[in-house]
Structure formats: structure tokens, C-alpha cells
């Protein structure tokens, strides 16, 4: 049989489907082969499941065949093809003795021309199918999970649905002839109408897999998109490029394993900051959706043919339609010049006519609507990536009035309330109602734009409308009524030149009617987590101090006073500090710049929104989440920093909704468990707890490849963790090279030193492995599962990472390593001659530069740089320096800094005093008061926040603060750009500013106190001017680096040997 995933259900079974809410019944698909008992409607199911259906209650029939001639050949080879590899068998082949003559349906065979495809018309079967809706990864959730410059692949499965087996009970049902022979499909057809509910399932699933290992992914039925790895966004653009290799790596062995055959021709493995995915090319330079010129000259030649020859068929007409349609994303009008093509394709539907004459007068608006598309494809279109923040905005009861004179509205965005309305003009005071609604919807929209153009740029503005002709005629994109159809032209055309998107919502007028919509929500608008478990939840991850998603009954209350915290609230109610999440900074509190630290439960559906929003605001909550792997998840792996179980799966108990009856009514989730994420790495740059995430994940990794019982991290045991240890050295992807102890190179880092027949090999260094995978995993064990750092041998319980066998492994790595002369190496020192070179150029830079974001950013970079040269602090103390504790010397002499906040600094406060140098291109002063001076004519506030901000990309200030891996990789970036050495990190400036220090004579005790060490001997470690000179002399670009995930051929060969 041709279907490759029944060879791989092992690997489905222990890898894919591991938590899968549908486990059984996706294997069972594998193993045995889809069971039409499971989609049939309740008449043709059979008495019982003990009594399944009976093909022969199906009526025979048959149905000939419709195969245009010049296709014969096609269809002969394809059918060759399908028999082949076993798609397709004969009847008489595969009936048995007691099958009956013929299968019981026979059905039509025929032909997509523009492929060209072979269709198997299964609707005589399909009537019989119960309605499977689901949801799929449309082209316009890109945005949802790109991230701005990322790079990007795709991937496309061959004959995606010949991948999966159907009973051979079901068999008998799915017939067709073909010269005189009868045949059955033995695989899903394209056709059946269950065939993408089953596959899309599938593929699903295995998309949850990747993004549970920080890979943003997307799944349309055979389509993938795939993006590089969550925790790398915003780093320069070999390391994304890196990381979307290493993601499409991944899936591509991950497609291997699950028997998914590839289309090379189709597949797009280079990664780029341009992708096509579903039709649609995607940019995430300019965050755009754009339409390929391609697909754009083949819509064009249709039309024009067409309209030159006069006349256009049923056929022709629908592929136009279909294609036009599916340019809404780049082309936001698109729907609205398609209400004569869908007038007129309903036409033919209800007679004998298979095409349309564009001669005769009733043709006139196809004419006039293909004419208008031959205008737009005659040019290129791009859409925006909309972002997750709302507008509000109500037409007020004036224009609802059909005896009234005036229209108005009022808007609320980032300003106040922006109020509009005026008179009709004489030829409107006639005018039905719905005519005179969307005058007033334009028009308020309209001087709202033209008094603030950049507002609401890439934003969804939310309009509340009381008239339901209205509403449905925005959602269809058309209008019967010509004079309507203009007016929802205009509107479009307005969201196109000032790049947002709107939305309508209808609400009653009656007196009670807004009363009424508000009074009866949603049930999973008002569930809630109940008092026992929020106090559990406060006290675990909390105290928060906002409820992001609330009402004055729902909020919840501080377990600490009894108040209830602020909240927003969908409608206005009491208390409530705002309306619609989506249209608040959720970053801050409301009316100040005091970080917000939110709680939010958000209703499963609005999960990937509330997401986004989170990010787009750069702001720390905990959202309460189903634990499912759905396209939202990489972005909350990667921000999450802590997680906990809030309820199992139909646990009840935990959550709670209010009943008509006045009291709290416990609510169960069946189909998955509550999780808890603390959110914040991805917006603020936590790397090192992804990091931690990362380690756990590749420790469970190989433990669930090579343990024989399929054990995780969970149940690991100190000999797994040296396992681990063992094997990651094995991998040789360390940079340091071990050799044998009778090597002779011994000392030497050229493999070329090495004695013939020698082992020698690269191995992680010994303080690598125990500040990178040890440090980390230990972390993860303490942070993630509650363990503390004791093992207890006798029972096997604890941190295993603290297991005396552990720390004898990692004491024995350093005593093997050092006999043969490998020991660590601390950053190159940055000493102030190259930092004379560098910060120059970087002032020139920001002067040629037309961008405000990269000339704020770069200044922003001179006085950091520069301040850590002088300073000698590590990148992560400065990163926690507020601007109120900058405090500035008389006559500009120089500046007083109060580190709060370091490394080794938590309960007192450390002063230093930054005076002027006589070298201007390297002093701190200048360059902290250049930076100063910068901020405040951009608009920045530094008398608050922190010092050295993020910037956004149109030059704003970021509320989050910059971390030590932003610093380091911005350092490498601006030393490229200068053509100098780019092996440097921000720890260079606290060894190079030491040394340079020393060299010119400071007194030992004066760099202890600048820099902050505590001890002569860890000061004199840092300014040894032997040691150091040396150092800075022999070093090299193969000093170690950062550790980066062991996914790539790690990942295949565990997966290979557990298959094994």
C-alpha cells in the first residue's frame, strides 16, 4: 500500500500524538485505516456499534464518467500510477469470494483542466457524510505568528491525501469504472468530502509537535509555513536565518519520520524574508501580504480573453471569482468587485446556460466589474500585517433616525473621544435609512483620518452599528442597491489609504435592545477561576496588580487585602479602568508609567489575539490557557518564564460561572487541561529562561528517544543526567578540542598537531557544560518542577542534578581537560583603542541614517558602550539603570550613577562617579549627554523608566529594558558595520575597561570599588597585566560561543535508535 504514515505509527504513537486530545482515534486512522463508521449520519450508522453500517444498505448506482477527450491520456497514465503504488485496486482483485459483482457505488471520474488534476466526484457518498467543520491556518495568521525581518520556508506534502488508508469495509463505496473495469479506491480521493477533514486533523498535529519544540508553525491541509525559532526574533539576521534553517531541519526530519512525502518542486527549504504560503507572498521586511505578479497575469489574460471574445463560461467565471476572492488580504476591496461575478454564476446555477453572453445589456455590471479587475491586475497590491490593538467607535442615534437631518458618530482611539456629525446634504434628506447609516459610517471614519492619518494605521477599528441591512452588506463586501455598493467602495478605499481594518457589529436599537445584548454574554465569557484557586495562583506566580479581562462581578480580589484588583471590561460598568483590552497599553497601569502585571483569562477562542496583544505591548501577565499546541503556542513557550497546572483535563472544582439561581456553578473543560504561563521573555528578552525551557526540552527529548520505557525528565535519575553528559560530548559540536593524553598536541587547539591514529576530538568545555547545560537544567528542575537542590538517593527523589554521581562527572570532565591543558577562557578584552575606532563610526552612521528608530538606537548603543568601558559593569547591571537615579555634576563635569540592581547587588545601592576624559571619542559623558539630548528631541521621557530602553520600530521608546543578550549582539553588529573584529561581547568592557585601568596606574582598590568586585583576588584575576596582555594578544575568533539547541541530526539519530 502507498500509504507511508501505517509504517510510521511508532513514531506517531511515541512522539507526535504523545498528549494529543484525539490520540486513539488519529492511530486508529494509521494503523487500521479510516472507519466510515465514524462519519456517517445516524440513518446509515447501523443499529449499534455492535451493528455497524452494511455497504450493502446503500443503493447501487452508478454514474458515468466525464473526461474530456484530449485528457484520455492523462487519465490512462494517472490510473497506471494509482494502481501502481497502491492507491487504487481492482475490484476484482481485492473483492473476495463473497463480495458482490460490482461495488455498490460507481461513481463520475473527471478533470480539473487547469492542473491538470484527476477529481473523483464522490457527492452521491457525500450526502450520507455527517458536517466535519474545522478550522485551518489561513495565509492571514502569518501575522499572527511572524515576527518582523524573521525568515521564513515553506513546505508542501505530495499527494497529501493518498497518505492515509481507508477500511477495506469501506471499500465497496467507492467505485468508479474505467474501460470496461471496475476499481476502487484503497486511499482518501480528492473528492470525498471527509478526505481534508482526516488529513487536515493529521497534519495538525503534527504542526502542535513543532511548535511544543519553539517552532512557529502553520498547517493548511499539505501546505506548511514555518518561521525560525521562537527566542530569536529581533537578533541580527544571520542568527534568524541560522535558526529557520535549523527549524526547517527539523521539520523536514520530523515529516520524514511521520512517512509524509515531500514536493521538492513545491517545497521552498532556503529561508527568506519574502515567502509564498497558500498563493500569497508574504514580507516580513515590510510586513505586507502581497499578491504574486503571476497569479495577477493570469487573472488579467482570463479577462481579457473574455472580454474580447464576448463571452465567458460557467467554468471560467468561477475560477476567477475563486481566484479574486482569495486576494482579499492584499487587496482589501477585493469582495466588493466580485457581486456581479457571484449574480451572475447564481444565475447559471438556476438555468440551462453554461455561460454568459457580455454583448447583451444584462450583462453590463460583469462587464463593468471584469473591466475594474483588469485595472487592478494590471498593478501590484500589497496589504498590512494588522496588529492585535482595537479602536472602538458608535454611530450615534441621530443617523439611525430615519426622519432625522443629521448624521454623527464618535470614535475613541489614543486620543479623546473624537466626536463628529453634520446635516445631510439636499439629494441625501430623501434617502432610505441604510443609505443614510453608511453615509455616516464614511464619514465619521473619513474626518476621524484626515485630523489623524497615522492613528490608525495597521489597527482594527471596531464599529457598532443598529442596522443589520448594513452590517451584512459590509460583511458580503457587496450591495444590491448601486448607491450602497459605491459607499462600501469608498469605505474600503479609505482603509486602504490610511491602513487599517474595520469591523462592524450590529447592537439592537429597541429600548432594552443594548440592554438586553449586554445582560445575556456568552457562557465562556463569564466563567472564572474560583477564590480556592486564584489565592493558589497568587500565591504561586503572583501578586498581580490588574485583571486584564473582567466585569465588576468577575474581577478578581487580592487575597492579601480583600479589594478587587482594577480591571478592564468588555462594556462600561463599575469600576472598570477601561473598556476592550485590545484598545488598552497593557503594559502600564492606567493613567501612569507603573508596570503592569496583569492576570488574564481569556475565552480559548480569543487565546491567539490575547497573545499577540501581550507581545505587541511588550508586558508581563499570566494568562490562564488550554494546553493545546496551537498556532499561538511558540510565541507562549518562548515568553513563558514560569508555568503550573491550573486544572486537569474535565477537572472540576477550579473554575466557576454564575448562575440565574445566584450561586457559583462549577465548569470542566473535557477536552483539555488549564495551564497557567507567566508571560514575558519573548517581550522583554528573557533569553536565559528559554534558555532553561530549551535544555529541559532537549534533556526529554533524548530520554523519550533512548530509554527503553519512554521515561521524560520527570522521572530522570542522576545516571540519565551523566548519560545525557556523555552523549552531548559525543556529538563533537563542543569548541574546544580534547586530545588523547599521548597525543602530541597536547595544549595545542589544531586538530592538524594531532598523532596519527589519535581520538582526539571537540568537546564542550568542562565550565561550558556546567554553567550552560548543568547550570540550566538544574534551574529547570528547581523553577519548573519544584524541585530543590538536594537528591535523596535512597528513595530517588529530588534534583538529580545535584546528585554527588553528577558533580563527580562534571569534576572529572575538568580534571580530564586540564591535564592535557584545556581551560576556560573569559571574553577578549575591548581595550579603549578599539573602542576609540568603534564609537566614531557609530556617530557617523547615526548622522547618514533616515530612520529615527536607528538613529535613537545607535546613540542610545555610543552611551552604553561607552559607560560600560568606564564603569566596568557587567551588561546586565546597566540594564536595570533607571534614568531618575542619573544625577548630572556641575558644569557638565560628569554624572553620578546609582546601580539598585545587579548580579551580585540586591539589598544596598552602589554610587560611581563617571567624570569627563580627555579623549572625547571614548568619553562617557559625552556620550550619556549626547544620548540625553537625542532622547528628548524624539519625544523620550528618561526622567523615568529605564535608562537604556528598547526602541520600536518607528523610534518610539519600548517599555521594556534592554538585556545582556540584546547588548551583546547589537556590539557584534555596530563592530561589523565598522569593519573591526566582531568577537567581543559586553563582558569585554568590563576586562578591557579593568585592564586599561590598571595599565594606566589606578590603584587596585580603585577598580575593586568602580567595578564592584568584592575581593583583591577577583579583581586582580580581571587586571593581571601579564595574563591579560597575553590574552588579548593570542586571542582568536574560536573562543567559545554560546551555547545553541542540539536539535538538528541529535534529534534524527535518537528518533532513528528509538525506532530501532
Avoid at 857 to 881: C, E, K, P, Q, Y
Avoid at 991 to 1018: C, D, F, N, P
Wanted: with cysteine; glycine share 6%; charged share 20%.
Amino acid at each position: 500500500m502507498y500509504s507511508s504514515e501505517r509504517w510510521h505509527v511508532a513514531f506517531w504513537d511515541e512522539v507526535i500524538l504523545v498528549d494529543h486530545p484525539r490520540r486513539d482515534s488519529l492511530l486508529a486512522y494509521l494503523r487500521d485505516g479510516v472507519n466510515f463508521q465514524d462519519f456517517l449520519i445516524d440513518s446509515h450508522r447501523g443499529p449499534s456499534a455492535q451493528q455497524p453500517y452494511n455497504v450493502a444498505s446503500f443503493r447501487q448506482a452508478v454514474f458515468p464518467n466525464r473526461i474530456p477527450s484530449k485528457f484520455v491520456p492523462f487519465v490512462e497514465s494517472e490510473l497506471q500510477s494509482l494502481v501502481a503504488r497502491g492507491c487504487v485496486a481492482k475490484w476484482s482483485d481485492v473483492k473476495g469470494p463473497a463480495g458482490p459483482v460490482r461495488p455498490r457505488l460507481i461513481m463520475a471520474l473527471s478533470v480539473e483542466e487547469t492542473k491538470p488534476r484527476l477529481i473523483y466526484d464522490a457527492r452521491p457518498l457525500n450526502q450520507f457524510f455527517k458536517r466535519m467543520p474545522f478550522s485551518m491556518d489561513t495565509v492571514a495568521r502569518v501575522a499572527n505568528v511572524a515576527s518582523p525581518r524573521c525568515y521564513m520556508t515553506s513546505l508542501d506534502d505530495s499527494s497529501a491525501f493518498h497518505h492515509i488508508l481507508i477500511r477495506p469495509s469501506s471499500w465497496p463505496l467507492l467505485g468508479f469504472e474505467y474501460g470496461g473495469v471496475d476499481y476502487v479506491w484503497c486511499v482518501l480521493p480528492f473528492g470525498l468530502s471527509i478526505s481534508p477533514f482526516v488529513y487536515h486533523t493529521l497534519s495538525e498535529a503534527k504542526a502542535a509537535f513543532l511548535r511544543s519544540l519553539g517552532i512557529p508553525a502553520l498547517a493548511y491541509l499539505d501546505d506548511s509555513f514555518l518561521t525560525n525559532l521562537e527566542g530569536t526574533q529581533g537578533q541580527p539576521a544571520r542568527e534568524q536565518w541560522l535558526a529557520a534553517c535549523e527549524a526547517t531541519h527539523i521539520s523536514v526530519l520530523v515529516s520524514y519520520f511521520c512517512g509524509n512525502f515531500l514536493s521538492p518542486k513545491k517545497c521552498d527549504w532556503r529561508p527568506t524574508t519574502v515567502q509564498k504560503y497558500l498563493g500569497m507572498l508574504c514580507d516580513s521586511a515590510t510586513a505586507t501580504f502581497r499578491v504574486p505578479q503571476d497569479k495577477l497575469d493570469a487573472v488579467h489574460d482570463i479577462l481579457k480573453e473574455s472580454l474580447a471574445a464576448g463571452n465567458i463560461s460557467f467554468r471560467t467565471l468561477q475560477r476567477v471569482a475563486g481566484k479574486v476572492t482569495s486576494m482579499t488580504v492584499a487587496i482589501r476591496p477585493a469582495s466588493l468587485y466580485t457581486q456581479a461575478m457571484f449574480a451572475a454564476l447564481a444565475a447559471l446555477e438556476r438555468s440551462t446556460l453554461r455561460s454568459v453572453d457580455l454583448t447583451k445589456d444584462s450583462g453590463a455590471d460583469l462587464v463593468g466589474e471584469m473591466r475594474k479587475w483588469l485595472d487592478i491586475t494590471a498593478t501590484t497590491h500589497e496589504g498590512p500585517w494588522q496588529l492585535a490593538r482595537h479602536f472602538t467607535a458608535a454611530l450615534t442615534k441621530g443617523a439611525s433616525d430615519a426622519s432625522s437631518l443629521a448624521w454623527g458618530g464618535v470614535l475613541y482611539a489614543a486620543t479623546d473621544p473624537f466626536e463628529a456629525g453634520g446635516m445631510f446634504p439636499p439629494e441625501w434628506m430623501s434617502s432610505h435609512i441604510n443609505l443614510k447609516e453608511l453615509y455616516a459610517l464614511y464619514h465619521v471614519l473619513l474626518q476621524f483620518c484626515q485630523r489623524h492619518p497615522d492613528c490608525l494605521r495597521r489597527a482594527q477599528v471596531f464599529v457598532d452599528v443598529d442596522n443589520q441591512s448594513v452590517v451584512g452588506a459590509f460583511n458580503r463586501g457587496r450591495a444590491k442597491n448601486r448607491a450602497a455598493h459605491k459607499l462600501l467602495i469608498r469605505l474600503f478605499d479609505l482603509q486602504i489609504e490610511y491602513d487599517f481594518l474595520l469591523s462592524l457589529k450590529w447592537v439592537p436599537t429597541a429600548d432594552n435592545g443594548v440592554a438586553d445584548a449586554i445582560s445575556r454574554p456568552s457562557r465562556e465569557t463569564i466563567i472564572r477561576l474560583g477564590p480556592d484557586a486564584f489565592r493558589q495562583l497568587w500565591q504561586e506566580l503572583g501578586p498581580f496588580n490588574i485583571d486584564l479581562m473582567a466585569c465588576t462581578a468577575s474581577a478578581q480580589h487580592s487575597p492579601s487585602s480583600g479589594r478587587a484588583l482594577p480591571f478592564f471590561s468588555r462594556y462600561h460598568c463599575a469600576g472598570s479602568m477601561g473598556v476592550d483590552v485590545f484598545a488598552q497599553n497593557v503594559a502600564v497601569l492606567p493613567g501612569g508609567h507603573v508596570p503592569a502585571f496583569g492576570f488574564c483569562f481569556p475565552p480559548p477562542v480569543m487565546a491567539g489575539h490575547v497573545v499577540q496583544h501581550l507581545a505587541e505591548c511588550r508586558a508581563r501577565a499570566v494568562v490562564i490557557l488550554p494546553s493545546v499546541k496551537a498556532y499561538w503556542f511558540p510565541r507562549v513557550r518562548s515568553a513563558t518564564t514560569r508555568s503550573t497546572e491550573v486544572a486537569g483535563i474535565n477537572e472540576g472544582g477550579v473554575f466557576v460561572w454564575p448562575s440565574a439561581e445566584g450561586v457559583l456553578k462549577t465548569w470542566r473543560y473535557p477536552r483539555w487541561a488549564m495551564m497557567a504561563y507567566e508571560m514575558e521573555a519573548a517581550m522583554s528578552g528573557r533569553a536565559g529562561e528559554v534558555r532553561k525551557h530549551r535544555v529541559a526540552d532537549e534533556f526529554d527529548l533524548f530520554l523519550l528517544s533512548y530509554s527503553g520505557g519512554g521515561k521524560g525528565w520527570v522521572h530522570a535519575s542522576p545516571d540519565d543526567v551523566v548519560d545525557w553528559f556523555s552523549y552531548l560530548d559525543s556529538q563533537g559540536k563542543g569548541t574546544k578540542l580534547v586530545h588523547d593524553a599521548t597525543c602530541a598536541g597536547v595544549g595545542s587547539s589544531d586538530r592538524r598537531s594531532c598523532s596519527p591514529g589519535a581520538t582526539c576530538k571537540k568537546r564542550y568545555g568542562a565550565e561550558s557544560l556546567r554553567k550552560g547545560f548543568y547550570s540550566k537544567l538544574k534551574m529547570a528542575y528547581k523553577e519548573q518542577l519544584g524541585r530543590g537542590d538536594d537528591w535523596n538517593p535512597t528513595v530517588g527523589s529530588g534534583n538529580p542534578c545535584a546528585s554527588p554521581t553528577v558533580d563527580a562527572y562534571l569534576t572529572f570532565t575538568t580534571e580530564e581537560q586540564k591535564r592535557v591543558g584545556v581551560t576556560a577562557k573569559q571574553a577578549a578584552p575591548l581595550l579603549e583603542d578599539t573602542l576609540g575606532e568603534l564609537l566614531p563610526h557609530m556617530r557617523l552612521r547615526a548622522l547618514a541614517s533616515d530612520s529615527m528608530a536607528e538613529r535613537i538606537a545607535i546613540t542610545r548603543d555610543v552611551a552604553l558602550f561607552s559607560l560600560a568601558h568606564h564603569s566596568m559593569r557587567r551588561g546586565f547591571d546597566l540594564s536595570f539603570t533607571l534614568g531618575s537615579q542619573v544625577l548630572r555634576l556641575p558644569e557638565s563635569r560628569g554624572f553620578i550613577f546609582n546601580f539598585l540592581f545587579g548580579k551580585t547587588l540586591r539589598a544596598s545601592t552602589e554610587a560611581i562617579v563617571v567624570l569627563a576624559s580627555t579623549n572625547r571619542d571614548v568619553c562617557a559623558v559625552r556620550a550619556v549627554a549626547e544620548y540625553i539630548l537625542a532622547a528628548q528631541q524624539v519625544g523620550w521621557d528618561l526622567s523615568s523608566g529605564y535608562l537604556f530602553p528598547s526602541v520600536l520600530d518607528d523610534g518610539s521608546r519600548g517599555n521594556s529594558k534592554l538585556v545582556a543578550t540584546q547588548m551583546t549582539s547589537s556590539l557584534q553588529a555596530h563592530l561589523r558595520a565598522a569593519s573591526l573584529p566582531a568577537h567581543f561581547s559586553m563582558h569585554s568592557f568590563r576586562v578591557g575597561g579593568s585592564l586599561s585601568r590598571s595599565m594606566g596606574g589606578s590603584a587596585i582598590e580603585e577598580i575593586m570599588q568602580i567595578g564592584g568586585w568584592k575581593t583583591e583576588s577577583m579583581a586582580k584575576y580581571y587586571v593581571e597585566p601579564s595574563s591579560k596582555r597575553q590574552r588579548a594578544a593570542n586571542y582568536t575568533a574560536t573562543n567559545e560561543e554560546p551555547l545553541s539547541p542540539a536539535f538538528e541530526t541529535d534529534f534524527a539519530a535518537c528518533v532513528r535508535r528509538k525506532l530501532a
